[in-house]
């Protein structure tokens, strides 16, 4: 993959449409946190009920599901030779938007 291609509009879909800019090209960590906020903002709901209702065990493994889905998609996306930061970006961003298409 080209470096110019990489971590672009084309490549990086970020769950709010709104945030992302109106060309292809190179968009920072925080517009992918901004842009994956809805997401971050429930499972951070739901590890908290979680912790409420059980203990600080059942958040621990939903986050180590979590950081586990996103090394899975890391690896992947470096395989078909995406760059580290793409890899990275796009592993992020495709978890957390993957995680509530099933609401």
Known sequence: MRPEHCVTRNHIEVFHNRVLPSSPQRIRFRTLVYGSMLPLLVWAG??????????????????????????????????????????????????????????
């Open 46 to 103: 739901i590890a908290g009920f979680l912790c409420y209702v059980f203990n600080p065990i059942a958040p621990m493994v939903l986050c180590g599901l979590f950081v586990t889905l996103i090394a899975l998609g890391f690896a992947l996306r470096r395989r078909r030779k995406h760059s580290v930061r793409c890899s990275f970006y796009g592993a992020l961003g495709a978890v957390l938007a993957g995680s509530l298409d099933g609401f």
